[in-house]
């Protein structure tokens, strides 16, 4: 738990997400409002976020649907430029996460100096593109490699848009990647981003899981965050906090701001 006592300084840290629009080569992205559109709505959720008081901020391609296991060199490169054009900005520990491909998001945090990574790591599953095996062992090792052995590995160990072929109970799943990959943190998710973990499926990984924080990493809303945080070590949030609590939309700094002082009187006014 050092690493992650280190980089986020407090107990049960709140990680507030900057969904990056539609990069460069993917279906949604908008031409028109181009790579300055694109570094302009993540400047606004960046200080929207900030100002609230979130512990850290994670920056994510959520809008590069259909998502990719392979992603385009393009799309890193560019979350790389639009990062690297906000650090002079930013004022909490940040983390990265590529959809859904491990070695980019790895490599994305050592362009950019990330203190932390989230992604599917372990496991194998079916879904929404196709069959799903990541390698843990190669990511940690190319982790490694660059140089970025302090960067922090947040492991979803529930895939979202997927169903685990591995039938063993997700709490099973969670303590045999504690065993075998060594997480800095362990996140259990709902199904689709926005839709929340279950809670018996939470409580379960918490009592499987003592040697590394367990986190609510998907739905997690205003009047859930008490209760998640009364069982969870910490949780990432991102459609809660836009606009109508649609996740395309810009983070409203009103329900930002609203979350981050129920998350705080939960955990004891910190």
């Known amino acids: ?9 407090t107990a ?11 990069l460069p080569g993917s279906p949604l992205h908008d031409e028109k409002a181009g790579i300055e559109g694109l570094l302009n709505g993540a400047r606004c959720d960046l200080a929207a976020l900030q100002a ?11 809008n590069d649907r259909p998502y990719e296991f392979d992603v385009d060199t393009a799309s890193t490169a560019t979350m790389a430029w639009i990062i690297g054009a906000l650090r002079a900005e930013m004022q909490v520990p940040f983390g990265v996460n590529v959809l859904w491909d491990p070695m980019s998001t790895v490599a ?22 196709g069959p799903w095996t990541p390698d843990a062992g190669a990511a940690m090792r190319y982790r490694n490699r660059l140089g970025a052995n302090g ?13 685990s072929l591995d039938q063993r109970p997700i709490a099973d799943r969670a303590r045999s990647a504690v065993f075998s990959s060594i997480p800095d943190a362990v996140l259990v998710s709902g199904q689709i981003t926005g839709e929340a973990a279950r809670m018996e499926d939470l409580e379960a990984v918490k009592r499987a899981v003592s ?4 986190m609510a990493n998907t739905g997690v809303k205003h009047d859930t965050v008490a ?13 809660a906090l836009k606009v109508g609590g649609d996740t395309w939309n810009a983070v409203d700094p009103d329900r930002a701001a609203d979350f981050m002082a129920r998350a705080r009187a939960a955990r004891g006014g910190r």
């Open 227 to 239: 209760d998640i945080l009364t069982i969870a070590d910490g949780c990432v949030v991102g459609s």
């Open 151 to 163: 960067v922090a590995m947040l492991y979803n160990v529930s895939a979202e848009f997927a169903h």
């Open 52 to 62: 609230a008081g979130f512990d850290a901020v994670m920056f994510g391609n959520e």
């Open 12 to 22: 049960k840290p709140v990680i507030g997400m900057v969904h990056i629009g539609a």
């Open 1 to 9: 738990m050092k690493r992650f006592d280190e980089i986020f300084g």
């Open 211 to 214: 040697t590394v924080p367990v």
């Open 108 to 129: 994305l945090a050592a362009a950019t100096g990330a203190a932390f990574v989230r992604e599917i790591f372990t496991g194998t599953y079916a879904s929404d593109m």
